[in-house]
């Protein structure tokens, strides 16, 4: 009941703001030129606050939408600040503007009237006093005759996602913030220090990205465990790629596999004890399976955990490699063998904190996902609590597999997202890198080599969507759709391999660089392999697939 005061509050204090913008701000928020924009580095006070902000989110954008309603005779469309900063489609024109204002023709508002029409006057956009007549039609997008951006319309296809008038705009809208000022900005320096803060976890919290997805009563936030669907899922890991950072959504978010064998076979008191503080990013968790014996042999499992004569801890002896997110985790959920059984029957979950006696942990230097601080982690006689198992022995190794299958579609929203920032990346290269006296993309071999990237990036998209939809119905669950998502991987991954090589080619020797305008390709392209090996090689997916067939 507060919390439905909260949002009507807030809602009153947004159309109020609509008058007196600078009177109303929230706390940690700038005004410039009418929109309302988070100030760098600002966040929640502290993560109990976070029901009350996106109770006041809510409550923003439900105004802003009622506000659109008593324009309708106006034909225009108003919505909440962040909406109105993503949607403004003409500011990414970038530095390709030629000043040509077809733009401003094509645009059935005035908006971009309102805005002189000189060389990267578009960028002027977002300061314009009626940027919030925007109406979302894209006519921008489809008259400018450079940038590509008639390839955006059909590279960006999130099916119901892109409907703004549906439950997905704010949670878009909360990772977007969090993308653009809390990574975006630090991305090229973490790369270079080859880590990131650790207290990104509770910032990620507090932005309402870090504790989607995970059940309220644990700290979960919008959208939590109750409302959210595929969809949801889908443009949270698609614009946490976006910045094409080294493994850093690998690491940062290790809790979207570490932490659901918990909250399916562990007690009351370990989901009150443990996942309400790994929720909300004061404690971080990381999975802890792959043996460097096994590799995606899940059932082979040779780590041992035996139960002492008293029957109060077990004694774990073995190694796990290619752990991400290890060398700071503060809990490893670790696949052990706990009984003399031999392949999955024998598999279960301990929950080992980082403090227990005789775990070492060892960074690995890695081609890629230099952010992921990947790790070995060996354990010489470590005594578990036995209260730290997670539901009975031998129930690990089905959590461990159920586990699998929403990782392994995170890999491939991840990896076609990726694609379609080299993609970007490349088009806007292409148009302003001049050979014998013309734009690259004038020739016609470059324009091939694009659009060849776009068809694999297009098809890649519809067979994540269609997944995403199955996956929405209640009577599709992801065992029956764990063929499906295997070839959903190999797809993207295999495609995202396509892509990534072909920009580089386009980008020379620039993309072989570290720096300057080919350091997002050849950051991606380091990518490649781990995604295509990473939850399931290549080979281990085919084979699902074909058995799931009954082939």
């Known amino acids: 009941m507060s919390q439905i005061v909260l949002c009507l509050a807030a809602g009153a204090v947004a159309l109020l703001a609509r008058f007196s913008p600078a009177a109303f701000a929230p706390a940690g928020f700038q005004v410039q030129s009418g929109l309302q924009q988070p100030a760098h580095g600002a966040g929640l006070s502290a993560s109990a606050d976070a029901p009350r902000s996106f109770g006041a989110l809510a409550g923003m954008a439900a105004a802003g939408m009622a506000i659109g309603a008593a324009a309708g005779a106006a034909g225009r469309c108003q919505k909440s600040a962040s909406l109105l900063a993503r949607r403004s489609h003409a500011v990414k024109i970038y530095d390709t503007c030629i000043g040509c204002t077809l733009c401003v023709r094509a645009c059935p508002t005035d908006v971009l009237e309102m805005v002189p029409a000189t060389i990267n006057a578009a960028k002027q956009v977002a300061s314009s006093p009626r940027v919030e007549d925007c109406v979302g039609c ?13 390839i955006r319309v059909y590279l960006q296809d999130r099916g119901p996602v892109d409907n703004e008038e549906t439950q997905y705009s704010l949670g878009l809208d909360l990772v977007d913030w969090f993308v653009d000022n809390d990574m975006l900005p630090y991305v090229d320096d973490w790369e270079e220090a080859g880590g990131f803060p650790k207290d990104l976890h509770r910032r990620a919290y507090q932005a309402g990205v870090y504790g989607a997805f995970w059940p309220e009563k644990y700290g979960g936030t919008f959208p939590t465990a109750e409302e959210a669907d595929m969809f949801h899922y889908f443009i949270f890991y698609d614009e946490l790629a976006r910045p094409c950072a080294s493994g850093l959504y690998g690491s940062l978010m290790t809790h979207s596999i570490s932490l659901p064998p918990l909250l399916e076979l562990g007690s009351e008191k370990q989901k009150e004890a443990v996942a309400r503080q790994i929720i909300s990013g004061e404690k971080t968790c990381c999975l802890a399976v792959t043996e460097p014996g096994g590799g995606s042999d ?134 302003v890198r001049k050979t014998f006296g013309k734009p690259l993309s004038s020739h016609q071999v470059i324009r091939h080599k694009l659009m060849e990237c776009g068809r694999h990036i297009m098809a890649t998209n519809g067979m994540i969507l269609s997944i995403c939809a199955q996956k929405a119905r209640p009577a599709d669950s992801s065992e029956q759709l764990a063929g499906a998502i295997a070839l959903a991987k190999v797809q993207a991954t295999k495609s995202f391999e396509f892509v990534a090589r072909e920009c580089s080619q386009v980008f020379g020797g620039k993309s072989y660089l570290r720096s300057g305008p080919g350091r997002v390709v050849e950051r991606a392209y380091r990518e490649v392999r781990v995604l295509a090996m990473g939850g399931g090689s290549e080979e281990i997916m085919l084979d699902l697939a074909s058995r799931q067939a009954r082939l």
């Open 138 to 150: 894209k006519r921008c997008e489809t008259a400018c005759p450079t940038d590509f951006l008639s």
């Open 298 to 431: 899940v059932a082979n499992v040779q780590t041992t955990a035996v139960l002492d004569a008293s029957g109060t801890y077990y004694v774990v002896n073995g190694q796990k490699t290619f752990i991400s997110g290890g060398m700071h985790a503060d809990y490893f959920t670790t696949g052990v063998r706990t009984s003399g059984k031999t392949g999955n029957q024998g598999i279960s979950v301990l929950l080992v904190p980082r403090a227990s006696a005789g775990l070492n942990t060892t960074r690995l230097k890695t081609q890629g996902w230099h952010l992921s601080s990947t790790t070995l982690v060996t354990f010489d006689d470590v005594k578990v609590p036995a209260e730290n198992l997670l539901g009975r022995e031998g129930d690990g190794f089905l959590a461990i597999m159920r586990n699998f299958n929403n990782e392994r579609l995170a890999l491939a929203i991840i990896a076609n997202r990726q694609a379609r920032v080299c993609l970007e990346e490349t088009v806007r290269y292409a148009q």
